[in-house]
């Protein structure tokens, strides 16, 4: 077969919030060019034998057969003839001679010359076949050399346009960047692509303004409207989750933001976190110390409004006027705040924060001195994030910011985003992580088509949200009882007695006069999904035993060692740890797609899995409807059956007959649901299955798996769906231990060891120690003092401490800190358990991230080792 290079080599692709799926995309290209290859090759191929069988009816090749003695049709069938029959085992001339006697008519020495003849005749034509074959994969060739130039310069030109939508964000290829004022030419190109934002006419902004604030704004997407009518609200210091189903419009909407496609003051610098950092020569942390650009467009906008502000003193000299003056007071504001943004960007600080903050996100010291190119799509993503929070805008879009991002690394950006002090906006599926973070939550009604604001993080946002739901059904329900009492004494009463007729009309207007001031509109319900699991049947335990099991990649070290386990029916396993410890890697060894080093895997005679993976998109064929997939899958389901199939796991309606290739990941994510609970298996194994699904389908998720029947195993950083589901946790890092306690111990402990104490606990506790120490020091007498004392922190608490946006102390901060004995600092980190036999070792100890490990491992005496 003809296999050819991929056309994306050499090439870096922005693909948006997909960046992670660009591999996937470039092999579907490759495919793709082959495919239309072997198509122009078999073209060429049927032309040429066209074109060579019009010019002769001879064979495509230069070949005769030789006979010099002139042998006839009849003489050469007597020799084959002869030399079948007679046997070669006789005397070399007895059996010619013997031949000879045969054929009749020749002599023993012109059969044999004849015979030597055939021979070579034979083999010309062999030779002859074999050149006429070259030539027709010479011409193949060429045909499907010009396919491919062809499908590689489409393949370019599609990149070409994935650089032009990445130019929405700011800098394209570098993961996303800050955005400035660029006159519209971000939202020309928006429009361009079909999402087209209106709003209302906004008036004068003051120059310094810190808010964001849009009336009116309508949105669409290729027509489709995503708003309608809503106002765009974002004030500084506030921290924001956008939430609302699959396919709303959240992602068009950070778009829209992203690219200035709205009114949005020109002093606020907007980061829109869109895709990887790009393959380079450039370690991990170089890459987020790389903010040049950054800073002099800083400088650049200072000595802009030093040249301002210097002629604005000069106006208000010559004729005192106050405006001037304003002018000149809001250009020192924003001079003195670009400023501190350059102090922030200084290089002597660069390195420190730059490595506490890859640091937080898993990168251990080795790690950050690896090239970008040699990371996979992930860690690049974990890059581009690192950079995005060095650079601190004002302004930070996050699209599902823990996707790439292991239970260590989910956990420390958690502390450090709500430390955050300027304005976030951020679009995640994890309601603890936004429970954690957010100051206010948005909600993007599908139905309405509006923005709706909540103060208060996700849970207080379900709590207000059911209250006020509640409460308007009531006055939607009393309004219509009104009216419909209005019209029935209407009806029955105004064309009675004049007295009556009277009240009829009085009632009448009362009913015109309700119904022009408005009525409260019928509160809708978003839908909620409930599916299920078929019940696989009974299976004896253990349905899966594991002795002895060693594995590791070749050339690599072993990721468990002697491991034992069992997994039975009534199973409900949360596989935890960082990235590259070997979690997937346990699901298809338990799965039987890897085969370990050593020990042995018993899945029971009659055991069946169904798998979900993080590439779910890889199970189907993107070519097909949903409808058409199903069935082709099982031949035996009628088209009624596959419909109904398919609606009762949420893929119902206009999505069944539309080709997935248009779906939105988390309608996708149903369709293999559905395939899923097709196979009707004892075991699940899900790696990773809430990272396209919304909250509500999470909800429905943990419900169908808690009402299942058979085994699950889960591998997932979303920490709610782990307390939902799991009964047992196993951490998987350098072996396998089991964590004695629930996911929130889990994360708790993780907390303790990374040292990101709670700010409002630490509050409390600072008070309440300053409170007992001024009551001593009222209720003691007053000693001379004896001598000086000098308080030294603890290094590990202050090796440990997070660099995050941290809010200026107050001025009595020195003083307070004085009277406050300093806490105690955190116990001694244990160390992890090693893959021992089964779980033994460790398994009840406090779990010690590895780069934690790390770096109290290669941590000098005496010394800090960042």
């Not at 990272?691 to 009402?707: G, H, K, R, Y």
């Amino acid at each position: 077969s003809l296999r050819l290079p991929s056309p994306f080599s050499g090439h870096t692709l922005t693909m948006g919030k997909k960046a992670e799926r660009e591999e996937a995309a470039e092999k579907a290209a490759a495919k793709k060019a082959e495919k239309e290859a072997r198509k122009a090759a078999a073209k060429a191929r049927k032309e040429a034998r066209k074109s060579a069988k019009a010019a002769s009816d001879e064979p495509a090749m230069s070949f005769e057969e030789s006979n010099e003695a002139n042998w006839s049709t009849e003489e050469q069938a007597k020799l084959d003839q002869a030399l079948a029959e007679v046997p070669s085992t006789l005397e070399r001339k007895e059996r010619w001679r013997a031949i000879a006697d045969v054929v009749g008519t020749r002599s023993m020495k012109e059969c044999a010359v004849r015979y030597k003849e055939v021979k070579d005749n034979l083999l010309r034509r062999r030779q002859a076949e074999e050149e006429a074959k070259r030539a027709d994969q010479a011409q193949v060739s060429e045909a499907a050399s010009q396919a491919y130039e062809k499908a590689l310069a489409d393949a370019l030109a599609d990149a070409a346009m994935a650089d032009e939508d990445a130019a929405f964000f700011g800098h394209e290829g570098k993961g996303g960047g800050v955005s400035r004022a660029d006159g519209g030419a971000a939202a020309d190109r928006l429009a361009d692509a079909g999402v087209v934002a209106t709003f209302a006419a906004a008036g004068k902004v003051h120059r310094n303004a810190k808010d964001i604030s849009v009336g009116n704004l309508t949105v669409s997407f290729h027509g489709s409207p995503v708003l309608e009518g809503t106002d765009l609200q974002l004030n500084w210091g506030n921290r924001y989750g956008l939430i609302g189903r699959n396919g709303s419009g959240k992602s068009t909407l950070m778009r829209v933001i992203g690219s200035r496609a709205i009114p949005i003051p020109e002093t606020i610098d907007i980061f829109h976190l869109t895709t990887e950092y790009p393959p380079t020569e450039q370690t991990a942390l170089e890459a987020v110390m790389s903010v040049d650009a950054e800073r002099e467009k800083v400088e650049q906008e200072i000595d802009q409004l030093n040249e301002l502000m210097v002629a604005a003193a000069d106006g208000s000299g010559e004729d005192g006027s106050g405006d001037a003056m304003d002018d000149v007071d809001q250009l020192t504001e924003r001079i003195n705040a670009l400023y501190e943004r350059l102090e922030e960007l200084d290089a002597a600080t660069a390195e420190a924060r730059a490595t506490a903050i890859l640091r937080g996100l898993g990168f251990s010291r080795e790690r950050q001195a690896m090239m970008t190119k040699d990371f996979s799509g992930g860690w690049r993503m974990r890059v581009a994030l690192a950079r995005a929070l060095f650079i601190q805008p004002e302004l930070l879009l996050l699209d599902e910011p823990t996707n790439h991002l292991d239970m260590e690394a989910v956990v420390w950006l958690e502390d450090y985003l709500s430390k955050w002090n300027k304005m976030l906006f951020m679009v995640c599926h994890s309601q603890d992580f936004l429970n954690n973070v957010c100051t206010h939550i948005v909600h993007l009604d599908q139905h309405f088509k509006k923005l709706t604001y909540y103060r208060g993080n996700y849970d207080q946002f379900v709590e207000t949200r059911t209250e006020v739901m509640t409460e308007k059904m009531k006055r939607y329900e009393a309004e219509q009882a009104d009216i419909k009492a209005m019209k029935e004494y209407v009806a029955r009463f105004g064309h009675g007695t004049a007295k009556l007729a009277r009240q009829g009309k009085s009632k009448e207007k009362l009913l015109n006069k309700k119904l022009a001031s408005g009525l409260t509109e019928k509160p809708v319900e978003e839908k909620t999904m409930s599916f299920k699991f078929p019940e696989p049947g009974h299976l004896p335990p253990p349905v899966l035993q594991v002795n002895s099991l060693t594995f590791g990649y070749p050339g690599c070290p072993d990721l468990y060692t002697d491991v034992d386990f069992g997994l039975d029916l009534d199973s409900r396993v949360a596989l935890v740890g960082p990235n590259g410890a070997g979690k997937s890697t346990l699901v298809k060894v338990i799965n039987g797609e890897l085969v370990p080093r050593s020990g042995v895997v018993r899945p029971h005679s009659h055991l069946k899995m169904s798998k979900f993976t993080q590439h779910f998109e890889d199970v189907l064929d993107l070519t097909k409807t949903p409808l058409n997939w199903i069935m082709d899958l099982y031949p035996d389901l009628t088209r009624d059956d596959a419909r109904k199939w398919l609606g009762r796991y949420g893929t119902s309606g206009g999505p069944q007959m539309q080709v997935m290739s248009q779906l939105s990941e988390g309608q996708k994510a149903k369709v293999v649901f559905a395939k899923m609970a097709k196979e009707n298996a004892h075991l699940l194994l899900l790696d990773e299955p809430t990272n396209a699904l919304d909250m509500e389908m999470i909800d429905s998720l943990a419900q169908a798996l808690n009402s299942f029947t058979g085994g699950v195993v889960l591998v997932s950083h979303d920490m709610r769906l782990i307390s939902q589901v799991a009964k047992e946790i196993w951490i998987v890092d350098k072996g396998l231990s089991k964590f004695h306690g629930d996911i929130s111990a889990f994360k708790m402990d993780l907390r303790r060891q990374m040292a990101l104490e709670d700010e409002k606990a630490s509050a409390s506790k600072k008070a309440e120690k300053a409170a007992k120490a001024a009551a001593a020091a009222a209720t003691t007498k007053p000693t001379k003092p004896s001598g000086s004392i000098s308080v030294v922190v603890p290094r590990r608490a202050a090796q440990s401490t997070p660099a995050g946006p941290d809010p200026r102390p107050p001025p009595n901060a020195a003083a307070q800190a004085a009277q406050t004995p300093p806490p105690p600092p955190p116990p001694a980190p244990m160390p992890a358990a090693a893959g021992g036999g089964g779980f033994g070792g460790g398994g009840g100890g406090r779990y010690v991230p590895p780069h934690m490990r790390q770096a109290a491992a290669s941590e000098p005496e005496g010394g800090d080792a960042w």
